[in-house]
C-alpha cells in the first residue's frame, strides 16, 4: 500500500489512521490508489490549504494528505462542528480521508473517461435538496462531491434512504460488499 511520509507525531498519527482506512476499504473489497502522500508542500498552490485536510490528485491517483491542515490539531472537535452543520456526512476524523479514498474508488469504479466528465456536474435541484436534506451540504455541491460524501458515510457504518442510495447507483458510487 504505499504510504509516503515524513515521520513525526502528527505525520504517524495521520499514517496510522490512513494505513486502517486503506485496509477497511481493502478489505470492503476496493481496489486503492496507487499512492497516498502525506506532504504538505503537495498543498502549497492551494489557496486556503490551512483548510484542506486532505486531496484526491486525479493526475497521480494519488491521495495526499496535508498534515498541516488546521483540522488534524483538532479534528474531534472540527469533525463534530463539520457534521453538526450539516457540511459532512460523519463526525468522524477520518471523514476527509474516507472521503478522498471514496473519490479514487469511484474514479476506478466507473472509469476515468465518465469520471473527468462528471465529477463536477451538478446536482438537478430534486437531488440537490435530497442530498442536503439526507447526506450534507458538501455533497450537494456536485454528482463527485455527494458520491465521496455518502461513500464516506457508508464506511462509517451510515445507512441511507432509497432515493440517497439510488442516486448513489446511478452516479457510480462504489458498493460495500
Known sequence: MGVNAEYNTTNIDLTNAMND???????AGFTLPKNVQ???SLFKDV????NNPASYILSLDDVAVNPSADF????????????SSGFWTTSSTRHPLRHELGHAIHKTNIGLTRFRAEFTMPLDKAQRRLVRKNVSR?????RGEFVAEVFSGLMDGASYADPVM???KKFGG????
Open 38 to 40: 502525506i506532504d504538505a
Open 166 to 168: 439510488a442516486l448513489y
Open 138 to 142: 458538501y455533497g450537494s455541491s456536485s
Open 21 to 27: 482506512t486503506l485496509n477497511e476499504a481493502r478489505n
Open 72 to 83: 488534524w490539531k483538532n479534528s474531534v472537535v472540527d469533525a463534530a462542528a463539520n457534521k
Open 174 to 177: 462504489p458498493l460495500l460488499s
Open 47 to 50: 489557496r486556503n490549504r490551512r
